[in-house]
């Protein structure tokens, strides 16, 4: 089992950026891939970003270019760098882990885009 633990999140004005980190009970070297979703308030959870234990990365269309994902086998944890963050970045982030059939996913964190 793996146990995944978010922090980062927190309230910033539109432009300016957040780094996330999800920290791993497991070695994420192990992890088929780690992942970032979002939920916003009243919307289903959606895709952010990947990264697989080859090193290959996949983003969502919105944050492509402003978003980027990466890891510290060493400390077993993931990160995401926010840069140029909008309002409608504003949601509750989880950190997700594919260990062959199963999803773990951690309790997530608050980001907040001021205008």
């Known amino acids: 089992q793996v146990q995944l633990v978010e922090s980062g999140g927190g309230l910033v004005q539109s432009g300016g950026s957040l780094r996330l980190s999800c920290a791993s009970s497991?070695?994420?070297?192990?992890?088929?891939?780690m992942g970032w979703y979002r939920q916003a308030p009243g919307k289903q959870r959606e895709f952010v970003a990947r990264?697989?234990?080859?090193?290959?990365?996949n983003y969502r269309d919105s944050v492509r270019g402003r978003f980027t994902i990466s890891r510290d086998n060493a400390k077993n944890t993931v990160y995401l760098q926010m840069n140029s963050l909008k309002p409608e970045d504003t949601a509750v982030y989880y950190c997700?882990?594919?260990?062959?059939?199963?999803?773990?996913w951690g309790q997530g964190t608050h980001v907040t885009v001021s205008s």
């Open positions: 990264i697989t234990s080859g090193g290959s990365t």
């Open positions: 497991g070695r994420i070297s192990s992890i088929n891939a």
């Open positions: 997700n882990a594919a260990l062959g059939p199963m999803n773990y």
